[in-house]
């Protein structure tokens, strides 16, 4: 327990010193001024969503390959978590975009590749809610999870394929893309930041899920047992012999 505290306290502060950075260390952007300090948790989180979302993945596939129940309790539990971070990535991009582009939303390659890729991750958790039986649900959302993490791949590439409204990716992006040295300091720490929060919960998310499936194992394996009422054949009563008349 004590270990548990000093380890939460830890993840706090660190995400403390992280928003401190972004908001008073990180330089003041040239042109878009105080709103861009939110890309360094707006990126953040669309970081963790597809590392998370890849975690899905690679569980998916090897839950195929070998039919063990952890790798679909990893699998849920990083689907949980990815969804989650998507989320804080389509709320923070808008309120980034209002006063930048000034609309809050266009259908452009990079923006409606991402509304998909969310919607996927939720259907897909949205299908595990409608099966009841522990192994059709983890091998029909284990072959939904695989589908569904194709789009992973297009959302990244989509803003180097099309001219979107998204700006051209300043990490990685090819000639002229780069950041500041102290702009690129604080991104390392709000991601590893956002990384520290990810990875207790992910652990605590896994358990919980075993023993969810080794509780909804158990109701199967009760439900199977227990004899159907209706087949249970009428009994038929005994004849009484009768006795003679003395």
């Not at 990875?199 to 009760?222: G, N």
């Amino acid at each position: 327990m004590t270990r548990r505290i000093v380890m939460t306290a830890f993840i706090a502060a660190l995400v403390f010193f992280a928003g401190y950075a972004a908001l008073f260390i990180a330089p003041d952007e040239s042109t878009m001024h105080e709103v861009q300090r939110i890309f360094y948790f707006h990126l953040s989180a669309w970081m963790t969503s597809f590392t998370a979302f890849s975690l899905v993945f690679i569980s998916n596939i090897a839950y195929l390959k070998t039919r063990r129940i952890q790798w679909d309790c990893l699998g849920v539990a990083a689907a949980e978590i990815g969804v989650a971070c998507c989320s804080i990535g389509l709320i923070t991009g808008p309120l980034w975009a209002r006063p930048v582009w000034g609309i809050w939303w266009t259908w452009d390659a990079r923006l409606t590749t991402t509304f998909i890729l969310w919607l996927l991750y939720v259907s897909y958790l949205l299908l595990r809610g409608l099966l009841e039986d522990p192994q059709k649900r983890a091998s029909l959302s284990a072959v939904f999870g695989i589908f569904a993490f194709l789009d992973v791949p297009l959302v990244y590439v989509s803003n180097r394929l099309w001219r979107t409204q998204h700006p051209q990716p300043v990490i990685l992006g090819g000639a002229g893309s780069g950041l500041d040295p102290t702009m690129a300091k604080v991104l390392a720490l709000c991601v590893f930041s956002i990384f520290a929060v990810m990875i207790p919960v992910l652990i605590d998310r896994y358990r919980l899920e075993r023993l969810r499936h080794e509780y909804d194992e158990l109701r199967v394996e009760i439900e199977n047992r227990a004899p159907d009422p209706h087949s249970v054949p009428h009994s038929v009563p005994h004849s009484v012999p009768t006795r003679g008349v003395v």
